[in-house]
């Protein structure tokens, strides 16, 4: 029998069930904006067996907002970077189909930042390391047991996985980053829909030279589809390593292979060369699968990443997805724990977050079925977005968005409004000698951009900041900061007299395209609307 002491309950603002990459980027997040956390992870450290391997612009850009680009270009692994997405009946094969041929291309006039292809085995220690550094207390063989909850905050039962002990925490807020099995989302009896399992794989991690079957070619992921093998293929650093995700078909009766030789065989049979060395490292079973949480809140607790939604990993847009989650998130949870906002804007992740995810897994998985053609899966297709607009182009609507219209859940980042709701573009700009990115002077607080002629919306900006408690930065372009163009106006959608407010996220909160009469009254009522607080 295992002993069960609550000796002591310790009190934190917010804990973390999930201590992978969306954990612990919710635990930079928080810290990021001076909240401490708990995180708890049940296994016992960073998982040796690969799993996501690519991480798109839109996260690059968050990670860059709060310090952390140089460490993560420092551990990606250049020898896989600007690789493609392909498809072959095996590696060698003469004849293939690219479907992109640089998954971390700069995308030029619409970030400052390119993609990355780091696995997360190395991802993963690179966060580890920043949220310790920010003081997050992380707990490994640490599992959740319950919780109840209450209008004054969170209680969870947690266990250690080594011991059987058991010990209470109270917290204000409690999020679930435990992935698609979530043991919070079935706590709070959240139900999921959608496709939901959509094809069996066997993950199999592997080591042999694939150089002569790369023939000099980056390819950051292979589609494979002969009568040996269907899946999907991609490779180690070194190219002396790689990771097939091979299909096998339960409904038909296939058994799971768990022999390392069938493992070989399959390796070999999707590469190409029936004599190839091939050494098994580890073979684990996989769902593919497609799902949305019907919720990502209930009261004081939230779902982030695989908790609240799962998808084909196709687009790459999964882990991604669940960054971005944790990002939206941890501003208003801040705010409000700060007193700075109500908790209705709380409100606000799910009527933001679950649409785009929605929209997203429909992406993911309309790729897919684009790509293994012979699943036969046109019941799950929908039409296919271009991958830049999947990434940088979504577009909220919500009470701490002052909208102007509703022109739906995206637009073409190529071709910025400026509409409130949507990412703050990027635009080059001149500070002296230095050149900086207008995405640059975004990430903590709340930011007032106004053009050369706006000093009535940066002197009311001054004021309010300063009644309200409110962080704002307030930047005039056209004085210190200079454009290389007149794509400011363009991008933002804005005059020499008009303002613009870009929450701490990056996203636009309001604007408005001229000066207008009494900016201080009105720069306090889009305060209050978008905080949920009267000032």
Request: charged content about 20%.
């Amino acid at each position: 029998m295992t002993q069960q002491h609550d000796i002591y309950k310790e009190r934190v603002p917010v804990i973390i069930v999930g201590g992978s990459l969306v954990g612990l980027s919710m635990s930079i997040f928080l810290a990021w904006h001076g909240v401490r956390t708990l995180v708890v992870e049940r296994h016992a450290g960073i998982s040796p067996h690969p799993r996501a391997a690519g991480f798109n612009a839109r996260t690059l850009e968050i990670y860059r907002s709060v310090g952390l680009e140089e460490s993560i270009r420092a551990a990606e692994p250049p020898s896989v970077q600007n690789g493609g997405v392909m498809k072959a009946e095996t590696l060698v094969s003469d004849t293939f189909e690219w479907y992109a041929s640089n998954v971390s291309e700069a995308v030029g006039a619409i970030s400052p930042v390119r993609g990355s292809v780091i696995p997360q085995m190395l991802l993963e220690p690179v966060l580890q390391q920043r949220a310790q550094e920010s003081g997050a207390e992380i707990c490994f063989n640490t599992e959740f047991v319950a919780l109840e909850q209450d209008s004054d905050g969170v209680s969870v039962v947690l266990r250690d996985r080594l011991t059987g002990g058991q010990r209470t925490v109270q917290a204000h807020y409690l999020i679930g980053a435990d992935g698609y099995k979530s043991t919070i989302r079935q706590a709070l009896d959240i139900p999921a829909h959608g496709p939901g399992t959509i094809s069996h794989h066997l993950s199999i991690l592997f080591q042999a030279d694939v150089r002569e079957a790369l023939r000099g070619r980056k390819i950051a992921l292979c589609m494979i589809e002969n009568a040996a093998v269907q899946g999907m293929m991609g490779f180690g650093p070194d190219e002396q390593s790689g990771l097939l995700f091979a299909l096998y078909h339960p409904q038909k009766d296939e058994a799971l292979p768990q022999e390392k030789a069938c493992g070989v065989e399959l390796v070999r049979a999707a590469i190409g060369i029936p004599d190839l060395p091939v050494e098994i490292i580890s073979m684990l079973p996989w769902e593919l699968a497609a799902h949305l949480a019907d919720h990502f809140q209930q009261r004081r607790c939230f779902l982030v990443g695989d908790a609240a939604h799962v998808m084909p990993p196709v687009g790459g847009f999964g882990a991604n997805t669940g960054i971005q989650d944790a990002h939206n998130l941890a501003w208003k949870l801040a705010y409000v724990l700060k007193g700075l906002a109500g908790p209705e804007l709380l409100t606000s992740y799910e009527a933001e977050r679950r649409p785009v995810a929605q929209w997203t897994t429909e992406q993911a998985t309309a790729r897919y079925a684009e790509r293994l053609p012979s699943l036969h899966l046109d019941l799950f297709a929908a039409p296919i977005v271009d991958h830049q607009t999947v990434v940088l182009g979504y577009r909220y609507h919500s009470r701490a968005i002052m909208a102007e219209d509703d022109h739906g859940l995206y637009e073409n980042p190529g071709h910025p409004s400026g509409q409130p709701g949507t990412r703050a573009p990027h635009v080059v700009l001149k500070r002296g000698q230095e050149q900086l990115s207008t995405l640059d002077l975004f990430g903590r607080d709340f930011v007032l951009l106004t053009g050369k002629e706006g000093e009535s919306w940066c002197s009311a900006a001054a004021t309010v900041a300063k009644q309200t408690g409110i962080d704002l930065e307030i930047h005039q372009i056209g004085n210190n900061l200079l454009p290389e163009d007149q794509r400011w106006h363009q991008a933002y959608g804005v005059t020499a007299t008009g303002a613009v407010i870009i929450r701490p996220d990056g996203f636009i909160a309001w604007r408005a395209k001229t000066a207008m009469a009494t900016p201080e009254h009105i720069l306090k009522q889009v305060f209050s609307q978008i905080l949920a607080h009267d000032f």
